[in-house]
C-alpha cells in the first residue's frame, strides 16, 4: 500500500493568513494526488485534483502542487468559512489511500 | 449533476452482515467510465477506502478488509452495492458511496451514512 503522510495534523491560523498542509507519499505517485476538505457531519468536497487542478466552483485561494512524492495544499488567505479538516488522497494505485487529515482551526 | 445516496440498516449485531446500496441518480451508472467506490469514517477518525466496482463488475478492495467485502453492481436499477461480513464494533463508521474517473479524483460523494454495529 502506498502511504501518505499529512503534516501538521493541526493548525491554529487566523483570517487572512497563508496556511499550509504538506503531505508525502511513501512512494513515487506522479501527479495522482488530490486533496478535500471536509466540515463536521458532512461528506468530503473535492478541491485539487492531480496534484494542482482546481476543482470547479472551488475558489482561487486554494492551489496545489508537487509531484512525486511531496506535495503541498496552499490557502493564500483563509477564510472563515475555510475552518475544516483538509485530506490528501493517492489515486495513482489501488487501495487508494488518504492521509490522516489536518485540522484548521480558528486561532 | 449526478447525486448519489446510501440506503441501508443503520444497526447491525456483531458478527452479521452489513449491506448497504447506494442509488445514482441525474445519470446512468453505465454511461462515462467510473469507479463506483465505497470510503468509511469511524467518528472522529479519518477516511478509509473500502473499494471500488466497474461497469463490467470488475472489482478492486482494500486488502484490510478483502475477505470480508463483496461489491456488486445493478445497472436496470442504477445502482451499486456494498456486503460487509462478520461485522464488529470496528466497522461502526459513517459509511460513503462515491464516483471517480480511473486514475482520478472522487468528485462525486453521496451524503454519508452512519452504521452502528452493536448487539
Redesign the interface.
Known sequence: ?TQMTQSPSSLSASVGDRVTITCRASQSIAG?L?W?QQKPG?????LI??AYNL?SGVPSRFSGSGSGTDFTLTISSLQPEDFATY?C?Q??N????????TRVEIK | QVQLQESGPGLVKPSQTLSLTCTVSGGSISSGSYYWSWVRQPAGKGLEWIGQIYISGSTNYNPSLKSRVTMSIDTSKNQFSLKLSSVTAADTAVYYCARRPNGGAVAYWGQGTLVTVSS
Open positions: 500500500d495522482y488530490n478535500y458532512k461528506a468530503p468536497n473535492l485534483y492531480a476543482q485530506y488522497q489515486s495513482y489501488t487501495p487508494l489511500t488518504f492521509g490522516g487529515g
